[in-house]
């Protein structure tokens, strides 16, 4: 059950379903600022061993910035 909500959360967060059925372009089915703040996160996460909410914090300052 687990494995279905988080899979639910990166389809709703990663995949962008109604611009590409509208241009049928697979560029367009990517929400690429948001996979390129989950691989920063990943590995900020893995290598420095951040506590999790500044990694919270900085997806939040990183959301406001870039406006997603």
């Keep these: ?7 639910n959360v990166a389809k709703v967060a990663l995949i962008d379903l109604n611009a590409f059925s509208i241009s049928h372009n697979l560029a367009d089915l990517f929400i690429y600022k948001a996979i390129i703040l989950g691989v920063i996160i990943f590995i900020a996460q ?3 061993k951040v506590h999790p909410v500044l990694l919270i914090a900085f997806a939040a300052i990183a ?4 406006k997603f």
């Excluded at 059950?1 to 899979?7: D, F, P």
């Excluded at 959301?63 to 870039?66: D, K, R």
């Design 1 to 7: 059950m687990i494995t279905a909500a988080g899979l």
């Design 46 to 48: 893995r290598r420095f």
């Design 63 to 66: 959301g406001i910035i870039f």
